[in-house]
């Protein structure tokens, strides 16, 4: 019914504070909910969330897709919020509360991040679920296109990182070859037009779920490399890489690919923390000299060229790929966040990236 009037901004406001109202809460019930009991109600929330996704993803398509995304949303929240309090006996407006209260220390806690995380990924595909599939022979094309620009950019990352050990360029000159080439692929991409959709990661997996008993679009599927390429994406963006939280599916756990053991995982980690290291600083070093670039550089694709050379630098030292270490370090997830080296060198990491995009963009 509320989707009949979503342009109508006093019934929009009147919905909003009966679904989500403000300021409800307990201020004295919200300060007995201590840290560890907001873990507990979040963890409680992703497994509840998870029962609905299971449920919905059973119905028929067709049902599936009278349902609006905001209908889904607003259900599936009232859903969890009924058995958050039915199981634990708080008050969802009182928990929203307690979660201001300890907000600084609740964004440091891993735990917190990661159920957060989940419960946005789960939302996102139950409002995926709702939406109609491009049909196959679409998906199909979308997938080999992704396979034949995965291949050409591991060539071209391989012959850029050889070249800038060799010192055959520099630093500016590689990222004005990196950004020639990305240029060159979106061209190629745009060119395609309708012959290939342009999906999100969601709808990618939302599309496999769908098709995946058809062979041509499991061969497909596989051949493309578009798992494991989601996982790494993620990883590479997430402060905690390489978990349950940030995988595309369990599935990659059975995934073959070369068998790394974790103390391997870690050293190749720290490897690429060095030549993040060792990038930045060379672009530090040609952004105060004589031959600093004309124009500015833009962050996303000197992220990612940083990220591609650190990822050749490994496979050249040990022969492994950045997909097949980032699926080694799924079935390792357990035991490589436990491990110190592994998780300082993750944070440096990201420390890193972020001093690279900052260096693009430097304050006035």
């Known amino acids: ?56 993803l059973q119905l028929p398509q067709e049902v599936r897709r009278s349902f609006t995304g905001k209908g889904c949303e607003t259900t599936a ?139 041509e679009v499991k061969a497909a599927w596989d051949q493309s490399g578009v798992e494991s390429s989601m996982m790494l994406r993620s990883a590479m963006m997430s402060s905690i890489p390489m978990t349950r939280s940030t995988a595309s599916s369990a599935g990659l756990e059975d995934r073959k690919g070369k068998k790394l053991k974790s103390s391997e995982i870690v050293e190749m980690q720290e490897l690429m923390l060095d030549k993040l290291i060792l990038y930045h600083k060379d672009a530090l070093v040609a952004f105060s000299g004589a031959k600093a670039p004309q124009k500015p550089w833009r962050a996303e694709v000197a992220v990612q060229m940083v990220q591609a050379l650190a990822s050749a630098a490994v496979e050249h030292r040990y022969g492994t790929s950045a997909e097949d270490m980032t699926i080694a370090g799924f079935q390792h997830a357990s035991a490589l966040q436990k491990n110190e080296r592994f998780t300082r060198a993750t944070d440096k990491q990201q420390e890193i990236l972020m001093a690279v995009a900052r260096l693009c963009a430097p304050e006035s």
């Open 77 to 215: 929240e009232l859903l969890v919020s009924v058995a958050v309090e039915q199981q634990l006996s708080v008050r969802c407006e009182d928990v929203e509360q307690a979660v201001i209260l300890y907000e600084e220390s609740l964004q440091q806690n891993a735990d917190f991040t990661r159920c957060t995380e989940q419960l946005a990924n789960m939302m996102q595909h139950l409002i995926g679920a709702a939406q109609t599939r491009v049909q196959k022979a679409e998906f199909v094309s979308l997938l080999q296109h992704m396979g034949e620009s995965t291949r050409k950019a591991k060539a071209f990352a391989q012959t850029l990182h050889d070249d800038y050990r060799a010192k055959r360029c520099d630093i500016v000159v590689a990222y004005r070859r990196f950004e020639e080439f990305s240029e060159e692929s979106m061209a190629e991409a745009a060119s395609l037009g309708e012959e290939v959709p342009d999906l999100s990661q969601t709808e990618m997996q939302l599309c496999y779920d769908e098709y995946s008993a058809d062979e």
């Open 1 to 56: 019914m509320l989707s009949a009037y979503e342009e109508d901004e006093e019934v929009m406001t009147a919905a909003q504070r009966l679904l989500h109202p403000m300021g409800k809460g307990d201020p004295e019930r919200a300060h007995s909910i201590n840290m560890s009991k907001i873990i507990q109600i979040h963890e409680l929330m992703v497994t509840e969330m998870q029962k609905v996704l299971e449920e919905f």
